[in-house]
């Protein structure tokens, strides 16, 4: 078994497919929904508004420090669904990995999954397996897809932040993305780094029962929280106005950055958000945040301004002030 | 722009994935739920009961004749929510893109993709990109995650199989696993086949409004319709008989599947169904099927067995019985 390998016939649809899912992955998700095998799972929903959303990972390496690419898969889609302002539900999982992969590596990324999965309080209800010869992908990558329910008078939007909004930033910037680069160019550093790979559901959650009147949420994941804070003043037509000092970045993770000539604002980030709160309501949306163990380093790093509409502007840790654009080019391929 | 080519940087979530985004992926999918641009899509659905599933396509060639990677993407996940009785409603879509990808065949993709979901009546709603550096993947890998309403009254399952059932076949099987062999072999033949990718969607509409008593539906994808039968007769616990003459192949699917030494049992198809019908509604569910442009040569192959639990049982053409089982070993890799 430890040196078993993923053969093209997993990922046939016969035999030998009908016995991985039934002697690996059922065991790691079990469930009724997907113990059906049916070509979908079925659930009932009440009347109301749903959050629906996908993402593919090719990370590389597929484990590293405080995750893998398994529990990336769960929280970064139970990310995306929480940032719509919804509860997660249900997730699925697409699997497309190289012939020859270790069955050991295939379990261990589905135990990560599942503890992921549980942690988040979402089932994974149904899932697909394919096979490529060598070469033709590199180790494995994984989709996942969820559906989430939207509390009735919850509206969140990219379009939705107003001038005035404080921004809340959930914790330190950038760990992610150092991470993943650290472990692939083999750099050792005295103070470990690791990524902040997290649900972050329930986070959201406590920050809504502090206030409804919480207008954006988003994941600064690729492109890091300059790209997320431009696509946000884009679409709602505002400004947007941030101060570096209240920007917290971990001592080793802006060590790494110096080194490497990366700016943390464009690091991605897999435990971290964005939220745009009415300012009346903003201190006790932070208060919330910080009750929540992935919102301890919470704080508000800015506002929207109707000055400059599409623009980021911050002012930086010397008194001096200037634009921050959008990620162009990519800093680092296969982050997440 | 014929000969631009996909970037590293058009996965990096800054930038140049807005502009791909905004240039190429939003005028082919055009929809007020993705325009918005947000982390995940929102829609409101009525209380009741939902379908969900997920399918990754990593078919080699990508363009083959009758279809293509992007229509097979949908018409598969459109199949795997209608194969639950669903009404398929909305689609995610996750692309991972091999750095240097031709721009101009992603576009021919998407047109292919946003056309199946015209004909299927769905929304493409959500998606994500990736690029991977050259090599990491083979050309383009694309991920479709989709819901559906299932209507009330309808409980169709891989489960519900029962003795007297007959079994419907809704046309000619093997014609896409044939086809893509043929074209990745660089076989030629007088007869050209292709692919028979389809919807199956309204196929399903139709024969339910001739009779709710259906008991499972099933699209024989990988492993063909021998896998398909075999999971239903083991998941059901039933027998199930077959007759090999009322089995439809083309001729020229038939020759070459003789010459390749591929038995069409086995053989994936694109847009076919299998059907569990109460005996005393079959007739009205077979001409409501062949009503149906994706279901002209529907045509009753068998029906349930209280004998022989769990294995399948075929009258072979000279007048023999054998017993039919799952695919084992790989026929075909990427064959969808």
Redesign the interface.
């Known amino acids: 078994m430890k040196n078993d390998r993923i ?3 997993h ?8 016995r991985l899912i039934a002697d690996v992955m059922l065991p790691c998700f079990d469930n009724p929904m997907l113990s ?23 990370v ?1 390496p597929i484990f590293f420090p405080g995750g893998s690419i398994g529990d990336l898969a769960v929280n970064g889609t139970v ?3 929480a ?2 302002g ?1 509860v997660p539900l ?1 997730l ?5 990995i190289e ?1 020859g992969f270790l069955l050991a590596d295939l379990e261990a990324i589905l135990k990560s999954m599942a503890r992921a999965a549980q942690k988040a309080g979402v089932k994974i ?4 397996t ?4 060598r ?4 180790k494995i ?1 994984i ?1 996942t ?1 969820g ?2 329910q ?1 509390p009735a008078g919850v509206s969140v ?3 939705n932040a107003q001038p005035g909004d404080k921004i809340i930033l959930s914790g330190t910037i950038g760990d992610h993305g150092v991470t993943i680069l650290s472990q692939r160019e083999g750099l050792a550093f005295d103070a470990p780094v690791q990524s902040d790979s997290a649900p972050l559901n329930h986070l959201v959650h406590r920050m809504f029962e502090s206030s409804r009147d919480i207008h954006t ?3 600064p ?3 890091g929280v300059a ?1 997320a804070l431009n ?1 946000i003043a884009a ?1 709602s037509d505002v400004g947007i106005r941030i101060r570096e000092s209240a920007i917290p970045v971990k001592k080793s993770v802006a060590a790494l950055c110096h080194i490497l000539g990366l700016d943390p604002l ?1 690091v ?1 980030n897999e435990g971290k958000l964005l939220a745009f709160v009415a300012h009346q309501h903003a201190e006790a949306a932070l208060a919330a945040a910080r009750q929540d163990p992935f919102g301890g380093d919470a704080c508000i790093i800015g506002e929207v301004v109707s000055l400059h509409p599409g623009k980021v502007v911050m002012e930086t840790a010397i008194g001096g002030e200037r634009i921050v ?7 680092l ?2 982050i997440c």
Chains 1, 2 share one sequence.
Do not use: H, W
């Open positions: 053969l093209l016939d990922g046939s649809g016969g035999m030998l497919a009908n059906r095998l049916d070509d979908g799972a079925c659930f009932d929903v009440p009347a109301g508004r749903l959050a629906f959303s996908t993402d593919s990972y090719v590389d990310n995306d669904i940032m719509c919804a249900y699925s999982a697409g699997f497309i012939e209800v149904t899932g697909d394919k096979v490529v010869p070469g033709a992908a590199d990558f989709n897809a559906v989430g939207i939007s990219g379009s949420f988003r994941d994941t690729r492109g790209t696509e679409r464009f991605a654009n959008m990620l162009t080019g990519e800093q391929p296969r």
